[in-house]
């Protein structure tokens, strides 16, 4: 991919060279015991299928987080994400949310590391791939490791954010992951896949 790789980090006091190289920490993959409980009086009072209908109203992009294989693992993992967002420039972090019952998420929590993958507007297919359970996600997938984590970043998207896992906080059902964003890139061109009403969809002129 004819990327052009983001170097502002160094600027903003990122982690670089032999800092940023340092062996990847795991983390909890669930929160504690007392925090996993949702109390009657957090419930609210809208049914699942009303808030999904009126929620499924905002648009976003879509991603494909990825990681790095574990030691005693075949291959990396990876999933489908509309729930990322950029967190914040000084420092640069992202953040990203998982359910709970994902089986992915523990295995990018014990790498430590992840590699956001911006899907463009011809990658539908590819997003459904990794939106599946228990198949070969990476099956066909063409990738390369991410310059710093070495999570695989997939050829042909418009932009990659390679990232280490600064904390991890509950929401409901989901919890909700924030990376130290340590390398970058984009291509510059072409659109981004949309998500709106359960359907992809592209901008339009």
């Known amino acids: ?3 052009t790789v983001v170097r502002y980090l160094r600027s903003v ?8 190289q340092r062996e990847p920490e795991s983390v909890d993959a669930l929160p504690r015991p007392d925090l996993r ?23 976003s992009g879509v991603t494909v987080i990825t990681a790095p ?21 000084d420092p640069p972090l992202v953040t990203f949310m998982v359910a709970r019952t994902s089986t ?3 295995r990018i929590a014990r790498a430590g590391v992840f590699c956001v993958n911006i899907l463009g ?28 984590t070495g999570s695989p970043q997939l050829d042909a998207v418009p932009a990659w954010i390679d990232c280490r896992i600064q904390a991890v ?12 964003v340590v390398a970058m890139g984009a291509a510059g061109e072409g659109e981004p896949l949309l998500f709106h009403k359960g359907r992809f969809g592209r ?3």
């Open 13 to 20: 006091g990122s982690p670089t060279s032999a800092s940023a």
């Open 104 to 106: 992915t998420w523990p």
């Open 121 to 148: 507007a011809e990658q539908g297919e590819l997003c459904r791939s990794f939106a599946v359970s228990g198949a070969d996600k990476f099956a066909g997938v063409s990738h390369t490791p991410a310059p710093v």
């Open 37 to 59: 409980a949702v109390g009657a009086d957090e419930r609210a009072p809208v049914s699942p299928a009303e808030f999904r209908a009126v929620l499924g109203n905002f648009a």
């Open 69 to 89: 294989p574990g030691e005693d693992e075949e291959g990396p993992a990876g999933f489908a994400c509309q729930s990322f967002a950029s967190l914040s420039l």
């Open 169 to 180: 906080h509950t929401g409901g059902d989901h919890l909700i992951v924030v990376g130290r």
């Open 1 to 3: 991919m004819a990327a």
């Open 203 to 205: 901008l339009a002129d």
